[in-house]
């Protein structure tokens, strides 16, 4: 049975991964460090480095940026906030005005 879990705007499910190394995950993916994590969860920063290593272990990988490049594409994590397809008319504006122009 997998568990769905919440972290800000961020939301995984149990399977793969188990549900500390899945919030482990998750507040990786929201950019927080071992320390910050330790504190959200309540458990000791060395307790946080084994769950993602453990994370890293399972998903195959040996950097932070790839465990949430790899976490999205499998789909153990997608975003909880939904994008309106049809912007309001003072978003529409903008996009006119800016039609057929890249900026980086």
């Not at 399977?15 to 919030?23: M, N, S, Y």
Request: charge should be positive; glycine fraction near 8%; hydrophobic fraction near 40%.
């Amino acid at each position: 049975m997998s568990t769905v879990i919440n972290f800000g705007k961020l939301q995984g499910t149990t399977g793969l991964l188990a549900e500390q190394e899945l919030r482990a995950a998750l507040a990786v993916c929201a950019g927080l460090a071992n320390k910050e994590i330790a504190r959200v969860v309540g458990c000791s920063p060395c307790t946080v480095k084994k769950s993602i290593e453990r994370v890293f272990y399972k998903l195959g990988v040996t950097r932070r940026a790839a465990l949430v490049a790899k976490a999205f594409a499998l789909g153990l994590i997608q975003t909880t906030y939904v994008i309106s397809p049809n912007p309001g008319p003072q978003h529409q504006e903008d996009s006119d005005h800016f039609q057929g122009v890249f900026t980086a």
